[in-house]
């Protein structure tokens, strides 16, 4: 499947075959691609949470609204970021040059350090490109899959453990559609997302 | 180029062609995709000002820490969002049953309303989707990119004029490479990024 058909073909899908299963080598496969998506300064802030036991999954469906395909997904990632990532920031340059690395990784603490906003806003961001280079890679893998943050982020905390200094940024559903998407809802037309050259 | 080559293929290129233009078709192409993008509750918040005019990148250049990108790609694509897209959300499901529709305005504007984090939290998320989209089309394309943030974004504000209740979360060039990236920098292995079931 060509890039555009994957861009084109993901749709967000609620209905999943409960019965069905990912093998550990396809969601290596799935995780090896997410982390070839950028961030920046190659902070690679993000963490993925991949959960598949049962117990767990009912937990998170109920914090979710109950919506189904929490459970009846393959696989649930929930997405999360280290947000103090850029301490120790010399191992994300470790295979650059002495001079790289020594000009780059007082850069990056320096830039993030004492802004929990911007730390904040690069959680968001890093989860956003990673999310749509695993769902892409699944279409590519013949699995459909849906973003989601219609959960409590509090208790999605309380359920994963989650550490402290980390957020949980979104989580996507990946498994066997059995039921396709309904049309696009309603489209923005393109004239009106795109501005060319200044507002 | 299937997926999985686009995702592999794609790197940070700071050496563009200066010479190399995008055609009209090629960048709407592009955009068209990245409108495909999922987006939370279908809210489309997403803006993307496309610049071409030399004078306005030569500004935007002097902003990002004078970064030859900025000039010499063939496009840049500053990312911007919409913090008030929840506001007037029906649109967003004009083509959906009337029941559906007026099932989820009302939940939008809630969900929204009054929260200024996550407003922001859905503008990075929802541009970092986006812009993994853009820039894996692009290389569907025969172009390559650099996401970026290395700027000013007060500064960027104004060169752009960019409306009050907007925010601009990242820029992207886009253009043909004359120079390829250098080896990854230190990608952290799998192991460290992937949790299975809880931390």
Same mark, same amino acid.
């Given at each position: 499947?060509?890039?555009?058909?994957?861009?084109?073909?993901?749709?967000?899908?609620?209905?999943?075959?409960?019965?069905?299963?990912? =093998?550990?080598?396809?969601?290596?496969?799935?995780?090896?691609?997410?982390?070839?998506?950028?961030?920046? !300064?190659?902070?690679?802030?993000?963490?993925?949470?991949?959960?598949?036991?049962?117990?767990?999954?009912?937990?998170?469906?109920?914090?979710?609204?109950?919506?189904?395909?929490?459970?009846?997904?393959?696989?649930?990632?929930?997405? +999360?970021?280290?947000?103090?990532?850029?301490?120790?920031?010399? *191992?994300?340059?470790?295979?650059?040059?002495?001079?790289?690395?020594?000009?780059?990784?007082?850069?990056? =603490?320096?830039?993030?350090?004492?802004?929990?906003?911007?730390?904040? @806003?690069?959680?968001?961001?890093? +989860?956003?490109?990673?999310?749509?280079?695993?769902?892409?890679?699944?279409?590519?893998?013949?699995? @459909?899959? +849906?973003?989601?943050?219609?959960?409590?982020?509090?208790? !999605?905390? *309380?359920?994963? @453990?989650?550490?402290?200094? !980390?957020?949980?940024?979104?989580?996507?559903?990946?498994?066997?559609?059995?039921?396709?998407?309904?049309?696009?809802?309603?489209?923005?037309?393109?004239?009106?997302?795109?501005?060319?050259?200044? !507002?």
């Amino acid at each position: 499947m060509n890039t555009f058909e994957a861009i084109h073909q993901r749709r967000s899908i609620k209905q999943y075959d409960p019965g069905h299963g990912m =093998t550990k080598e396809e969601i290596t496969t799935l995780l090896e691609h997410a982390i070839l998506s950028p961030t920046s !300064f190659n902070i690679q802030n993000w963490r993925f949470v991949v959960v598949q036991d049962p117990e767990i999954r009912k937990q998170l469906k109920e914090a979710a609204w109950n919506q189904i395909q929490v459970t009846d997904a393959s696989i649930v990632i929930v997405l +999360c970021a280290n947000l103090k990532a850029h301490h120790n920031p010399i *191992r994300y340059w470790k295979d650059a040059p002495e001079e790289v690395r020594n000009m780059l990784a007082p850069m990056i =603490t320096g830039f993030y350090e004492g802004n929990e906003q911007l730390q904040r @806003d690069e959680a968001m961001r890093s +989860c956003g490109i990673a999310a749509q280079t695993i769902m892409l890679a699944a279409k590519e893998m013949g699995y @459909d899959s +849906c973003p989601m943050i219609g959960f409590d982020p509090e208790k !999605f905390a *309380r359920i994963l @453990d989650l550490p402290d200094d !980390f957020v949980i940024t979104m989580m996507i559903t990946v498994g066997k559609a059995i039921q396709q998407a309904h049309g696009r809802g309603g489209q923005l037309p393109l004239e009106e997302v795109v501005v060319y050259d200044k !507002f």
